[in-house]
């Protein structure tokens, strides 16, 4: 045994530590200080900029009693529950679709892959033209009063941004469930048609079972994604009508760097980075027990 650990620890070259020694400075130069520093923060009054001086908890509790900062957790957790069930029922539904024997397959992929090539700012800016412009127009013209007006600028503003976001994520989370159904031998579909299955137990029992590490990947990776939803509101809402898009990030940016609020939204940046790896690792001991009775 200790022979074998001198040979992998001689196989390590020094210059894989010299490659990988840059980004990690890097990392700590440009997320952890800053990361610290945020932290230290939240325990001052420091308004960013003058003066500070450490308050405790204050800026926590804080947090608890204001209704702004609860309405923007609610509205979070919503947009992130909704996006995240819609994303992954329909780009499971097009790797399946992708998955079989239809033609263009390669153009089709190309064009739902699309959307996730672009910017998200870039996107944000041309559906706030199609949602403020084009589709009123369209729907005035077709004298369909629910198409007539701006959906950003309702209380529905929340459902444009959806439908934005479930349209770029698609292309991601669509190639990681066609990465998964490539993976499958196509030996276990021909023994399992022999048995008379129908095409939904193939899906139940077979597919699925065999794409959970892939399914895994897929739901944290948009939880923690949606979570921290922030460009596609800037460039759409800017957090609008009201406050009713405001999402956590988006008051974290305007109430910390425009509000003078920047100990107290560095104690809520705190907390949300709390609730997104305590989310993420109770998704991963879940779904991780579920993928070992699946198989």
């Not at 529950?81 to 190309?110: C, E, H, P």
């Not at 469930?177 to 129908?198: C, F, M, R």
């Not at 897929?218 to 800037?234: A, T």
Request: proline share 3%; charged share 10%; hydrophobic share 50%.
């Amino acid at each position: 045994m200790d022979t074998l650990r001198k040979r992998t620890k001689s196989k390590i070259s020094p210059t894989l530590y010299i490659a990988v020694a840059p980004m990690i400075i890097l990392f700590f130069v440009f997320h952890t200080i800053p990361f610290l520093r945020g932290v230290f923060y939240s325990f001052t009054d420091w308004p960013g900029y003058g003066a500070w001086h450490f308050v405790g908890l204050r800026n926590y509790l804080y947090m608890f009693s204001n209704s702004q900062i609860g309405d923007a957790y609610w509205f979070t957790f919503k947009f992130a529950l909704v996006a995240t069930i819609l994303v992954n029922l329909i780009s499971l539904a097009l790797a399946v679709g992708l998955n079989s024997r239809i033609k263009f397959q390669n153009t089709m992929k190309a064009l739902y892959f699309l959307p996730y090539m672009l910017g998200t700012l870039i996107v944000g800016f041309i559906f706030n033209f199609i949602f403020g412009t084009l589709i009123p127009q369209f729907g005035q013209a077709l004298n369909i009063g629910w198409l007539s007006s701006n959906i950003l600028g309702t209380d529905h503003a929340w459902i444009g941004i959806l439908i934005v976001t479930i349209w770029q994520g698609l292309a991601f989370n669509t190639l990681i469930y066609l990465s998964g159904l490539q993976s499958i031998s196509t030996e276990i579909y021909e023994a399992a048609e022999l048995d008379g299955t129908t095409p939904w137990q193939k899906f139940w029992r077979i597919t699925f079972p065999l794409i959970a590490p892939f399914f895994t990947i897929n739901l944290v990776l948009s939880v923690k994604g949606y979570l921290m939803v922030f460009d596609q509101i800037m460039a759409m809402t800017s957090g609008g009508p009201g406050n009713s898009t405001t999402s956590i990030s988006v008051l974290i940016y305007t109430q910390g760097f425009q509000g003078s609020q920047f100990a107290i939204q560095s104690a809520n940046a705190v907390v949300l980075f709390i609730v997104v790896a305590a989310i993420s690792l109770f998704q991963l001991r879940i779904l991780n027990k579920r993928e070992e009775r699946l198989q």
